[in-house]
C-alpha cells in the first residue's frame, strides 16, 4: 500500500498517535507480527513453475480484548441517529455497528436492506481470496521454453502488480519485470544464446477483460484496465501510482513488449513483434515440482548451468531446453500484503484479479461470472448472511453489485476473532483515517478530527453512492466494528456525503457511549 504522512496538523500529531492511535485501532491489541516481512519479489533462474506456497500465515493479531464497557445502544442512537439523516446523505441510508468481541448488534438502521457498496465489496473479495488460497499466496510469473526453436514465452498468472519499477511509498514492492528479464538473460547465456524470439500467454483468464455491467469510461478514465492474467503496471501507461491512471488498451500485448524491452537491455536480442500463444506445459521431467519455500518466497537461487539441473537432459550449447521447462520467474508478495495494498489504495485491478483467482481454485472459470461464483460460495461457507446479497464484479465497480450493511459488520467481526488468522489482513490492511490509502486526505476538518488515526476502514464511492466499512477504538476503549452506506446521493454532493459519514464515524470514536 501507498503510505504518505501529510504536513500541517498531522504532522504534529504523529507523535501522539502512532503508539496510542495506530496501534490501539488495530484492535486494542498488542499486534503481533511474526510473519515473515515481504520483501522484493526476488526472479530466479530456476526450473520453479508453482504458482503458490502452501501454508497458513500465523495470526497477525491477537484476539479482541473487551477494552472497556459495552456501548449502550440507546446512547449509540441518540448520537448516531441525527448524523445519519443528514441531508447530504439522501433519503436511502444504512448502517450498523457491531461491538467485535461479542459480534453483538448495537445500532442499525436498515441493516439488513440491500445497498450498492462500491469499493467496500472488496472487502468480501478479499475474505474469499484470504479463506481459499491463504495469506501466504504467491502469483508466480515464469519464462518457458517454448515449442518452436528459440522461442521463449512470458506466462502470466493474474499479478496485475508486476511491475516496470519500483512503486514509489509501496511496501512491499512488487515482483520486477527488470528482475525477470534479468534473470531470464542469464538463464539464457548459460546456454549461450542471445536471439530469441518472444511469445506471451494470457490465457489463465477467459474473455472479457471487461464487466459488461461497467460503463466505458471506467476504461477511458483510467479507473481500471482490461483484466487479464499478463499485465506490468497494472495496465498503466506508466509506473503504478494509487488511484486513476491513463491505461493500455491491451495489457498483455504491452507487457510483453516491455518485457522485450527489458531483454535488450540484458543483452538479448528478440527478434519479431511478440504475440499470443498457449505456453507448452511444463514437462514431467523438470524439477519444477521441487521448488522450495525460500525461493518463492524471495530468495536468489543460483543459476543452474548445467542441462540436467534446467530439465533438459539433452541439452546442447545454444540450444533451448524442452518445450515447457521453466527458464525464470519472479512471486509477488504474500497474499496477506497484496489485500492490504489493495484495500488501503482501493485497487480495482488487484481486487478483480484475486476473484479470478479464487475462482480458479475453487473450480470456476477465471472470469467474471466464475469470480462471483466462487465468492459467493466462500462466503456462504464462512457462514455470512447471504439475505439482500447481490455480486456481479470482485471490485465493487459494478452498480448491480448490492451488499447489506449487517454482511460486511459480520465479516470484520469474524476477522477480529482469534480462529480466523487467515483473515486478519482485512483489518490490519484497512487505510488508517487522516494518514493512508484512500484515508490520507480525510478527517482533517475540526468537526472529524477526532477520528484521525483511530479510525480504520474500507472506503467506497461511485456516482451518487458514498460507503466506508471497517473499526474503531471508542473513547472508552472498546473496539467496534461498523459499516456505513448511503446510495441516493445528489449526483453533485459526493463531497458533503463522505463529510457526513466521516462525522459519523468520528462520532463513534469520540463516543464512550456507556
Given at each position: ?14 507523535a501522539a498517535l502512532s503508539v496510542v492511535t495506530v496501534v490501539a485501532v488495530v484492535l486494542g491489541l498488542v499486534a503481533h507480527f511474526s510473519t515473515t516481512p515481504g520483501s522484493p519479489a526476488a526472479a530466479t533462474p530456476t526450473a520453479g513453475a508453482g504458482l503458490t506456497v502452501p501454508g497458513s500465515a500465523a495470526p497477525v493479531l491477537l484476539p479482541v480484548a473487551n477494552g472497556g464497557p459495552l456501548p449502550s445502544t440507546a446512547a449509540l442512537a441518540k448520537e ?372 484521525a488515526g483511530v479510525v480504520r476502514a474500507k472506503t467506497g464511492t461511485l456516482t451518487q453512492v458514498t460507503a466506508m466499512a471497517g473499526i474503531v477504538q471508542d473513547a472508552s476503549g472498546r473496539l467496534l466494528g461498523f459499516d456505513f452506506v448511503a446510495d441516493r446521493v445528489s449526483p453533485t454532493g459526493t463531497l458533503a456525503a463522505r463529510e457526513a459519514l466521516d462525522l459519523a464515524a468520528s462520532a463513534l470514536a469520540g463516543c464512550g457511549c456507556g
Amino acid at each position: 500500500m501507498e503510505v504518505r504522512v501529510p504536513g500541517g496538523w498531522r504532522a504534529g500529531a504523529i507523535a501522539a498517535l502512532s503508539v496510542v492511535t495506530v496501534v490501539a485501532v488495530v484492535l486494542g491489541l498488542v499486534a503481533h507480527f511474526s510473519t515473515t516481512p515481504g520483501s522484493p519479489a526476488a526472479a530466479t533462474p530456476t526450473a520453479g513453475a508453482g504458482l503458490t506456497v502452501p501454508g497458513s500465515a500465523a495470526p497477525v493479531l491477537l484476539p479482541v480484548a473487551n477494552g472497556g464497557p459495552l456501548p449502550s445502544t440507546a446512547a449509540l442512537a441518540k448520537e448516531l441517529a441525527p448524523l445519519l439523516r443528514q441531508p447530504a446523505l439522501g433519503p436511502h441510508v444504512g448502517a450498523e455497528v457491531v461491538d467485535l468481541a461479542t459480534g453483538q448488534s448495537l445500532y442499525g438502521l436498515n441493516a439488513g436492506a440491500a445497498f450498492m457498496p462500491a469499493s467496500t465489496a472488496k472487502l468480501l473479495t478479499a475474505a474469499a481470496a484470504l479463506t481459499t488460497l491463504g495469506p501466504d499466496y504467491r502469483i508466480r510469473t515464469r519464462v518457458v521454453a517454448g515449442a518452436e526453436a528459440g522461442q521463449i514465452v512470458l506466462v502470466g498468472a493474474g499479478d496485475p502488480t508486476l511491475a516496470s519499477q519500483p512503486p514509489a511509498g509501496f511496501v512491499p514492492a512488487p515482483a520486477s519485470l527488470p528482475a525477470l528479464a534479468r534473470a531470464t538473460a542469464v538463464a539464457l547465456r548459460l546456454r549461450g544464446i542471445t536471439v530469441v524470439r518472444l511469445s506471451y500467454d494470457s490465457t489463465l483468464f477467459a474473455a472479457p477483460g471487461t464487466s459488461p455491467s461497467w460503463p466505458a469510461g471506467y476504461l477511458s478514465s483510467g479507473q481500471v484496465a482490461p483484466i487479464t492474467a499478463l499485465s506490468v503496471d497494472e495496465g498503466r501507461t506508466s509506473a503504478i501510482v494509487e488511484g486513476p491512471a491513463p491505461r493500455v488498451a491491451d495489457p498483455a500485448s504491452a507487457a510483453a513488449a516491455a518485457f522485450a524491452r527489458q531483454l535488450r537491455r540484458y543483452g538479448v536480442t528478440v527478434t519479431g513483434t511478440p504475440g499470443p500463444i498457449k505456453a507448452p506445459p511444463t514437462p514431467a521431467a523438470s524439477p519444477s515440482a521441487t521448488v522450495g519455500s525460500a525461493q518463492a518466497s524471495g530468495a536468489v537461487s543460483a543459476p543452474t548451468s548445467t542441462p540436467a539441473a534446467s530439465g533438459d537432459t539433452a541439452g546442447a550449447p545454444g540450444v533451448l531446453p524442452v518445450a515447457g521447462t521453466p527458464l525464470a520467474s519472479v512471486v509477488s508478495p504474500r497474499l496477506a500484503d497484496l489485500v492490504g495494498w489493495m484495500l488501503a489504495a482501493s485497487d480495482n485491478d488487484l481486487a478483480e484479479a484475486l476473484a479470478h483467482l479464487t475462482a480458479l481454485a475453487k473450480g470456476e472459470p477465471a472470469t467474471f461470472a466464475g469470480g462471483v461464483i466462487a465468492v459467493e460460495r466462500v462466503l456462504a461457507d464462512l457462514g455470512l448472511p447471504k439475505q439482500g446479497l447481490h455480486l456481479d464484479d470482485g471490485s465493487g465497480l459494478s452498480r448491480a453489485t448490492l451488499v447489506p450493511p449487517d454482511m460486511l459488520t459480520a465479516l470484520l467481526t469474524l476477522a477480529a476473532q482469534s480462529g480466523r488468522p487467515a483473515l486478519r489482513p482485512l483489518l490490519t490492511g484497512l487505510a488508517v483515517a487522516g494518514f493512508t490509502g484512500s484515508l490520507a486526505n480525510r478527517f482533517d476538518g475540526p468537526t472529524t478530527r477526532t477520528g484521525a488515526g483511530v479510525v480504520r476502514a474500507k472506503t467506497g464511492t461511485l456516482t451518487q453512492v458514498t460507503a466506508m466499512a471497517g473499526i474503531v477504538q471508542d473513547a472508552s476503549g472498546r473496539l467496534l466494528g461498523f459499516d456505513f452506506v448511503a446510495d441516493r446521493v445528489s449526483p453533485t454532493g459526493t463531497l458533503a456525503a463522505r463529510e457526513a459519514l466521516d462525522l459519523a464515524a468520528s462520532a463513534l470514536a469520540g463516543c464512550g457511549c456507556g
